[in-house]
């Protein structure tokens, strides 16, 4: 059975502060996929990233990296110089391979102050 | 269409009542899932389909919730004899098949039996 934990509910930051939203999930699986998704106030999910289990490589896109670490079960988010734009609640999500069903953490909801 | 598109945006419905909520998937997208997502809570898986089958339907709540895919493209979920714990906003989202897995979500329904 697949499952992500997002533990952290909330976390608020001043602006212009890095954030790292911690993600860990579970699965029996070898080939699986990680997801990341925001759910700004208007609620409609925005897809963020794909990782797959093969590649390891960290990511960065602008003021966005992503930290995947099979060893410890881990993708964690990264937002470098955060902006009140950022503050939106954000979604782990696991995918196990040939399966496709999609399990969502419970969400981290960011505020970040200006 | 472009994106997933859901109907209605937005249904009040009395206690004991039916309702039918739909999802338009993005044309192609053999996947289609079906979340609930309570005030301020995560999303909650209810259905998955693949084509017009559901191999996953563990997270219909009860059985006065029902879903069904016609021509691998609409789907309905129908929820009978509505409860005011079933108030929330339903999110649906399909995605490929394949590798290409990332879920493209619609707006959502929202739900409130009064």
């Known amino acids: 059975a697949q499952k992500v934990t997002q533990a952290q509910t909330e976390i608020s930051v001043v602006e212009k502060e890095d954030v790292t939203l911690d993600c860990v999930y579970e699965t029996r699986d070898t080939t699986y996929y990680l997801f990341w998704y925001k759910q700004p106030p208007s609620g409609e999910l925005v897809f963020l990233i794909r990782?797959?289990?093969?590649?390891?490589q960290n990511e960065i896109s602008g003021r966005y990296s992503w930290n995947f670490q099979k060893s410890t079960s881990s993708f964690n988010f990264t937002i470098t110089a955060s902006q009140v734009v950022d503050s939106a609640v954000y979604f782990c999500a696991l995918s196990e391979g040939g399966y496709q069903k999609v399990t969502f953490g419970t969400g981290t909801k960011l505020q970040v102050i200006p | 269409g472009a994106g997933v598109s859901q109907s209605p945006s937005n249904k009040v419905t009395e206690k004991g009542k039916d309702v039918e909520l739909r999802c338009d998937p993005i044309?192609?997208?053999?996947?289609l899932y079906w979340y609930r997502q309570r005030l301020g809570q995560g999303l909650e898986f209810l259905i998955y389909?693949?084509?017009?089958?559901?191999?996953?339907k563990s997270g219909l709540p009860s059985d006065r919730f029902s879903a069904e895919r016609t021509g691998e493209s609409v789907s309905t979920l129908t929820i009978q004899r509505t409860q005011q714990e079933d108030s929330a906003v339903y999110l649906c989202?399909?995605?490929?098949?394949?590798?290409?897995?990332?879920?493209?979500f619609g707006q959502g329904t929202r739900l409130t039996v009064v």
């Open positions: 990782r797959n289990s093969f590649d390891e």
């Open positions: 389909f693949q084509g017009n089958s559901a191999p996953d």
């Open positions: 989202a399909s995605s490929f098949s394949g590798e290409r897995t990332e879920a493209f």
């Open positions: 044309s192609g997208h053999t996947a």
